[in-house]
């Protein structure tokens, strides 16, 4: 069965919360070690920085209509048993997994031009860059939790989202990390 | 046998499942468009998009 299904069977607010909590935990815990990333490559000149961002973006969007890129990925689901806990708290654990960007599938080329600009066009300062790269993990987290939370809160059937829309998505990532990159650039 | 009732909230709850992704589309194309003149914005659209485009796996 659709772990997505699993957790419909006990939609709930507050498993709707779970879900989202850890979802967000696991993209903050992804965006740190981005950030420690983001630390070593500092002496790499801004330009260069931001026009390799650009070339990644480039490359990248093409796989967002079909993947002619094999991107590396694990390849792996949440496991079943996840879901013999409470389901509070397989919520957590499972979005957790999910947050995290890289444990399971990744189906889109997203994630991978949010990773580079994370680590190649952070800001300069460590509040700034901080700030940045939680904004990025929170919101990745929202994003991440949307569909299951909001079917979890609202009592509403999971179906799956059109391609359409998972599409979309990808492209205003991409078009939001090449303005990033842009602003880099001209900073 | 499913009262008439029941099959009503069925219909109301798939309608208010499929309403998640345009809304949820909707809202990124309008932030996207304010990405190249807010850096703070940019961020956010870039990692909400990313997230909700995993959203066709689990």
Same mark, same amino acid.
């Given at each position: 069965?659709?772990?997505?299904?699993? &957790?419909?069977?006990?939609?709930?607010?507050?498993?709707?919360?779970?879900?989202?909590?850890?979802?967000?935990?696991?993209?903050?815990?992804?965006?740190?070690?981005?950030?420690?990333?983001?630390?070593?490559?500092?002496?790499?000149?801004?330009?260069?920085?931001a026009?390799?961002?650009?070339l990644?973006?480039?490359?990248?969007?093409?796989?967002?209509?079909?993947?002619?890129?094999?991107?590396?990925?694990?390849?792996?689901?949440?496991?079943?048993?996840?879901?013999?806990?409470?389901?509070?708290?397989?919520?957590?654990?499972?979005?957790?997994? &999910?947050?995290?960007?890289?444990?399971?599938?990744?189906?889109?080329?997203?994630?991978?031009?949010?990773?580079?600009?994370?680590?190649?066009?952070?800001?300069?300062?460590?509040?700034?860059?901080? =700030?940045?790269?939680?904004?990025?993990?929170?919101?990745?987290? =929202?994003?991440?939790?949307?569909?299951?939370?909001?079917?979890?809160?609202?009592?509403?059937?999971?179906?799956d989202?059109?391609?359409?829309?998972?599409?979309a998505?990808?492209?205003?990532?991409?078009?939001?990390?090449?303005?990033?990159?842009?602003?880099? &650039?001209?900073? | 046998?499913?009262?008439?009732?029941?099959? $009503?909230?069925?219909?109301?709850?798939?309608?208010?499942?499929?309403?998640?992704?345009?809304?949820?589309?909707?809202?990124?194309?309008? $932030?996207?468009?304010?990405?190249?003149?807010?850096?703070?914005?940019?961020?956010?659209?870039?990692?909400a998009?990313?997230?909700?485009?995993?959203?066709?796996?689990?």
């Amino acid at each position: 069965m659709n772990s997505a299904l699993l &957790l419909h069977r006990h939609a709930s607010p507050a498993v709707a919360v779970n879900h989202l909590l850890g979802a967000v935990f696991g993209a903050v815990l992804t965006a740190s070690t981005l950030l420690l990333v983001s630390g070593l490559l500092t002496p790499l000149p801004d330009a260069v920085a931001a026009a390799t961002t650009l070339l990644v973006v480039a490359l990248l969007a093409p796989a967002v209509f079909r993947p002619i890129w094999r991107l590396p990925q694990r390849r792996w689901q949440v496991p079943r048993q996840v879901f013999d806990d409470r389901p509070e708290a397989a919520a957590r654990r499972f979005a957790f997994q &999910l947050g995290l960007g890289f444990r399971t599938y990744v189906t889109s080329p997203a994630p991978y031009a949010v990773a580079t600009m994370l680590a190649l066009v952070a800001p300069h300062g460590l509040g700034e860059a901080a =700030i940045a790269a939680m904004s990025v993990a929170v919101t990745f987290g =929202i994003g991440r939790s949307a569909v299951v939370s909001s079917h979890a809160l609202f009592g509403s059937a999971a179906v799956d989202q059109p391609r359409w829309a998972l599409n979309a998505a990808s492209l205003c990532s991409l078009v939001a990390v090449a303005a990033v990159a842009v602003d880099a &650039l001209s900073a | 046998m499913r009262t008439p009732l029941a099959a $009503a909230a069925d219909t109301r709850a798939l309608a208010r499942s499929r309403a998640v992704a345009p809304a949820f589309v909707a809202c990124l194309v309008a $932030a996207t468009a304010v990405s190249f003149v807010s850096a703070p914005v940019a961020l956010c659209v870039a990692g909400a998009g990313a997230g909700y485009s995993l959203s066709g796996s689990v």
